[in-house]
């Protein structure tokens, strides 16, 4: 499997992203989908995560109201809009495929991982 995330950038506080991310390779549909963030000198942390059918989402606290995660399978894509952006939010996003029966807030629970997308919140 492969996945490609992209839409970062430079923003300024208070303004908004839009992150993608395009798998290929296996049935997309079938798994859960997870964000997750890291600044440079910390560790990975989660961001969102969202079921096989879009029906359930999960954000960690402290973008929970500003993100939110979607997908269309039909394109083989997730989606991270983030809104109200803070100076730290700033890190590298990766979206990742979660694999079943594992916490979606856990990063041990993710086989592939696409290659990140650099934001930067400017304050």
């Known amino acids: 499997v492969q996945l490609q995330a992209f839409g970062g950038g430079l923003v300024q506080a208070g303004g908004s992203l839009r992150l993608s991310c395009a798998a290929s390779?296996?049935?997309?549909?079938?798994?859960?989908m997870g964000w997750f963030r890291q600044a440079p000198g910390k560790e990975r942390e989660f961001v969102a995560a969202?079921?096989?059918?879009?029906?359930?989402?999960y954000y960690a606290d402290s973008v929970k109201g500003r993100f939110t995660v979607s997908r269309d399978n039909a394109k083989n894509t997730v989606y991270l809009q983030m809104n109200s952006l803070k100076p730290e939010d700033t890190a590298v996003y990766y979206c990742?495929?979660?694999?079943?029966?594992?916490?979606?807030?856990?990063?041990?629970?993710?086989?592939?991982w696409g290659q990140g997308t650099q934001v930067t919140v400017s304050s």
């Open positions: 990742a495929v979660n694999r079943p029966g594992t916490a979606v807030a856990d990063d041990r629970g993710y086989d592939y």
């Open positions: 390779g296996r049935t997309f549909s079938r798994y859960y």
């Open positions: 969202i079921s096989w059918n879009g029906y359930s989402t």
